[in-house]
């Protein structure tokens, strides 16, 4: 970044850290203890499709990679894929190792620009739905508690972060953690 740079304002966007995402399995403890929202076994990975052979090859290679890991393909309103993986919910370190290695492949592929998010989801006695979704611009995790009607449920998310802060590099700016209305795992 230049000074020009500096002096209008723009600064160099946060490289996405993949490898954050390993640091979930010790994060659901923490939540856990602190919420009673365990581990569901589900979790999806959202990216713009591309079009073309390249990307086709690369989504048959994804699915050679997560082997006979159950995997759901769907599209959403917005025209973004989503795929969800489906773990057992005490397998949590299994499931983020499937995440990682789709993103893995959709970033080393070049198609790191079209990945938005990841997410890995949670639910309590109650059956409240929870998800701690990871955006790749920011390189940051939020919280993400769905209610009926599409509407949220802040307090539980400020619960959440706070829980977490310790364990994860939270986005700190509540305008971006934006609603993940019917995403899939939720």
Known sequence: ???LDALLGRSKPVKPDLDALF???????????ATGFAPTGLGSVCFRPAEGGAFATLQKDIGELLGDVEVERS????????????RTPDDLSALVTDLHGVNSSLEAAGFGPSLLCSLVSFADEAGRGLAIVYLYKQGTFYPF??????????ALELQVRGALAGELRVESDLSRWFPVWGAPGI
Do not use: F, K
Not at 23 to 33: E, G, K, Y
């Open 23 to 33: 640091a979930l399995p010790s994060a659901a403890v923490t939540l856990q203890a």
């Open 145 to 154: 508690a769905p209610l009926s009607g599409e509407r949220r449920d802040n």
């Open 75 to 86: 599209q959403d309103a917005y025209g973004y894929t989503w795929l969800l993986v489906r």
């Open 1 to 3: 970044m230049g000074w």
